[in-house]
C-alpha cells in the first residue's frame, strides 16, 4: 500500500505543474487524473506546485514547529487552491481554481508530511 507521504504527493503535489487553460480548468482535470473523488466530490482541495524535496523540508529545517506534530512552512509555495462548486463523483466534480502563494502547515510523521493542515 502506498505510505502517507506517497498519498500526500498524490494529493497535494504537482510539479512541474499539470498545464491547463486556466485554475478552474486545471482542478477540474487533477482531481480525475489523482482519481480524488471516487465516492464524493471533495469540497477543497489545494495542488502545491513546487518540488517534493521542499515540500518535505517543512517537517525538517525548512519549517517551524507549531504544536504537537504540525509544522509551517518557512517559505511560501505556489499552489492552486479548488473549491467545489457543483457537478457529481467520480469525474464529473467542477471545481473554482485560484492560483496563489501560500505557506502551509502540515503534519508530519518520520519527518515527512502526510497532511495538509492549512494554508496560513
Known amino acids: 500500500p502506498e505510505t502517507s507521504w506517497e498519498a500526500f504527493q498524490n494529493k497535494h503535489i504537482d510539479y512541474p505543474r499539470t498545464r491547463a487553460?486556466?485554475?478552474s480548468a486545471y482542478c477540474n482535470l487533477m482531481m480525475v487524473k489523482r482519481n480524488l473523488n471516487?465516492?464524493?466530490c471533495k469540497p477543497r482541495n489545494?495542488?502545491?506546485n513546487h518540488d517534493n524535496e521542499s515540500v518535505l523540508q517543512v517537517?525538517?529545517?525548512g519549517g517551524t514547529r507549531w504544536q504537537g506534530n504540525f509544522y509551517d512552512s518557512n517559505e511560501s509555495f505556489p499552489m492552486i487552491d479548488c473549491r467545489y462548486t457543483d457537478g457529481k463523483p467520480p469525474?464529473?466534480?467542477?471545481y473554482k481554481g485560484t492560483e496563489t502563494s501560500k505557506r502551509i502547515?502540515?503534519?508530519c510523521e518520520e519527518k515527512k508530511p502526510v497532511h495538509?493542515?492549512?494554508l496560513l
Open 116 to 118: 495538509l493542515e492549512k
Open 59 to 61: 517537517c525538517g529545517n
Open 105 to 107: 502547515r502540515v503534519a
Open 91 to 94: 469525474k464529473d466534480c467542477k
Open 21 to 23: 487553460s486556466n485554475p
Open 38 to 40: 471516487p465516492i464524493r
Open 46 to 48: 489545494t495542488f502545491i
